[in-house]
């Protein structure tokens, strides 16, 4: 269980600093609705070390450079899905109380992983490429219905993955920390050590976990190479998957293609190869996109929790990252 804040409840901060893109918006839909809060804001590569000083509650996606500590901050809310930007790689003060929001990510990404699917399957690059070049081209093209697919993570965002999947006639393997987790879309759910073993049969491999000690580096060259021509997709985080083994898995023939919207370094490099690899579809970091009333409700639902002596719903269990 998470460990209670070190401040007393009920906590009622007013002072509230805002490091998003979206920082007019949010700021502005958070007053409309509290205007007993004081609301400042800007891109977190812009908050000050004075903006921070003078916070009670932080809201973004990732820590702002000018104080890693969060000066006076005492309260975390995230607002992106995944909150490996403030634990990793040093934590964050066990003092302050970190939470995350309710929004619900998976439908948008389930819709990001079914068009590179579909893509792939119906053999979009190709068919653009032989347009361009005004070249008719004709294909076998197989239907994605009665293809297999392992999706990595059955949280939220997995079981979105797995319904759309489910609903094009996919056959859906699920895995999770504990191999318990239950949901009609999967057929079989395993635990992450039976990964090495489910690989080698599966089409499509869609990741969906967050960057955890426990997840970092999970898919390495080692389990790459144990699969036989899927095209992997990963909309969770670049720090799950050894990114520099993708070219010699894609020579191999390991994987017959990527898609990838999350990477070890973002943006990714100018230099990396996967900019010019045909195998591979880059978007970035988009699959899952925060929006100005997901964010707002989300933050105000848990400061209602914590004006009433509530630790809140969303609050993160820092031991297993979410």
Known sequence: MTAAPAFPLPFAPRRIVLGSNLHAALAAWIRDRRPDLEVRGAKYTDISAGDLAWAEVYLGFKRPPADPTLGSVRWVHSTGAGVDGFLLPDG?????LLTRPPESFGPMIAEWAVARILAFQQQLTELAAAQREGR????????????RALVVGTGDIGRAVATALHALGCVVTGVS????SVHPAFATVHPVSALPTLVG??????LAVPDTPASRGLFSRDLLSRCRGAVLL???????LEEAALPAALDAGWLRGAALDVFA???LPGDSPLWSDPRVMISPHISGITTVEGAGSGFLECLAELEAGRLPRWTVDRERGY
């Open 265 to 267: 370094t973002e943006p």
């Open 234 to 240: 990963n909309a969770g985080r670049g720090m799950v």
């Open 136 to 147: 008719w081209a004709p294909r076998d093209i197989a239907r994605v219905a009665g293809t």
């Open 177 to 180: 920390r504990t191999g318990t």
């Open 92 to 96: 964050l003060d066990p003092r302050l």
């Open 201 to 206: 049969d599966a089409d499509w491999i869609v």
